[in-house]
T-cell receptor, first 113, second 117 residues
Framework: DTGVSQDPRHKITKRGQNVTFRCDPISEHNRLYWYRQTLGQGPEFLTYFQNEAQLEKSRLLSDRFSAERPKGSFSTLEIQRTEQGDSAMYLC???????????FGQGTRLTVV | KQEVTQIPAALSVPEGENLVLNCSFTDSAIYNLQWFRQDPGKGLTSLLLIQSSQREQTSGRLNASLDKSSGRSTLYIAASQPGDSATYLCAVRPPPPGGTSYGKLTFGQGTILTVHP
């Protein structure tokens, strides 16, 4: 499968725990995006990388959230001290410079109990 | 700030009907508009992408139109089938700052489509 891959697909965690998600973009794509989608809503932009540089972060990305893309390939999104309001689907997408569209992964469903 | 609205929020139709999903956006200065399909608990599948200079795009039974000046797009589905049941999302991409668009999308809340046999 050469699409965008996200791991894990589902994560249940207790409030206050830290969680980390991984995204592997399509191999030749240099741009990577994270979105968050709550139930019944469309996805909302969180952050964007071009290669290893994080070029934009949404105000939705509080200081409990951190994203990295250390070698310009895969990316991780970490949430510290999770809250119930963090329960959502976290979607990753990738594209390459000059492309008109981004390709999305299957998402990671986070449930904070 | 760009806002995208989709109407209706939900739609239930019998198999075989032609149907129209609507999307409106508040800032007409867009680079392109994209329609996605999302099955329950899954990621997004791109259906059609319309550049701001285009009026419509077609793929199989799907046709998407764009009226940028009025801030509207429609997705037309012909001869609907139960397999078309899903949430349909539209999203707009802003014009490129400095000449390069990096693809940040603003989404509507989606239309939940149910096609019953």
């Amino acid at each position: 499968d050469t699409g965008v891959s996200q791991d894990p697909r589902h994560k249940i965690t207790k409030r206050g725990q830290n969680v980390t998600f991984r995204c592997d973009p399509i191999s030749e794509h240099n741009r990577l995006y994270w979105y968050r989608q709550t139930l019944g809503q469309g996805p909302e932009f969180l952050t964007y990388f071009q290669n290893e540089a994080q070029l934009e972060k949404s105000r939705l990305l509080s200081d409990r959230f951190s994203a990295e893309r250390p070698k310009g390939s895969f990316s991780t999104l970490e949430i510290q001290r999770t809250e119930q309001g963090d329960s959502a689907m976290y979607l990753c997408a990738s594209s390459y410079t000059g492309s008109l569209e981004a390709f999305f992964g299957q998402g990671t469903r986070l449930t904070v109990v | 700030k760009q806002e995208v609205t989709q109407i209706p929020a939900a739609l239930s139709v019998p198999e075989g009907e032609n149907l129209v999903l609507n999307c409106s956006f508040t800032d007409s200065a867009i680079y392109n508009l994209q329609w996605f399909r999302q099955d329950p608990g899954k990621g997004l599948t791109s259906l059609l992408l319309i550049q701001s200079s285009q009026r419509e795009q077609t793929s199989g039974r799907l046709n998407a139109s764009l009226d940028k000046s009025s801030g509207r797009s429609t997705l037309y589905i012909a001869a609907s089938q139960p397999g078309d049941s899903a949430t349909y999302l539209c999203a707009v991409r802003p014009p490129p700052p400095g000449g390069t668009s990096y693809g940040k999308l603003t989404f509507g809340q989606g239309t939940i489509l149910t096609v019953h046999p």
